[in-house]
């Protein structure tokens, strides 16, 4: 980079790379917190739990791998020298990282164990929790931001 002006700041690079590591770091203990919250139902909900994250990784995997995409694009952008269409390839990061979290914080930890052993259910009730309720208010929030259109007046960078 000697001789050349660089595209981004130290401080900027941190502010990219820090929710991506909470994210990474959030996807790996919910797995675990999961398991630990309906232990005390039994063997079937510890393995239905396990049963519920292994297609939640996959699915996760699929969005990142379009996430990627999305950046490369973002990254073409920026390397041409257009900031202005990096930031609408970009879209509004924050709110789906923020929703993201609040969504797992809300159904996979406290829906789960409301539903498994607060109510009774089970491991339905953590699938439920899981598979259906988190993701079902995820995708309505997404839509809503969708539609309003907001996300395109969003600067990540």
Do not use: H, N
């Not at 959030?26 to 919250?37: A, F, P, R, Y």
Request: charged share 15%; aromatic share 12%; glycine share 12%.
């Amino acid at each position: 980079m000697e001789g050349s002006k660089r595209l981004f700041s130290d401080r900027e690079l941190w502010a990219l790379i820090i929710p991506l590591m909470g994210e990474m770091a959030l996807k790996l203990v919910v797995g675990m917190i999961d398991t630990v919250m309906v232990a005390s139902v039994g063997e079937a909900a510890v393995s239905g739990v396990s049963l519920v994250d292994s297609v939640i990784q996959l699915l996760i995997y699929i969005f990142a791998a379009m996430a990627s995409g999305g950046a490369v694009v973002a990254g073409q952008y920026l390397g041409s020298g257009e900031r202005k269409r990096a930031r609408a390839a970009a879209g509004d990061v924050r709110f789906t990282m923020g929703m993201s979290v609040l969504s797992m914080w809300v159904f996979r930890f406290g829906g789960a164990w409301f539903l498994a052993v607060g109510l009774g259910m089970g491991a339905a009730g953590a699938w439920v929790s899981m598979a259906v309720l988190d993701w079902l208010y995820r995708s309505v929030c997404y839509w809503i931001r969708w539609r309003g259109g907001k996300w395109e007046a969003k600067r990540v960078i």
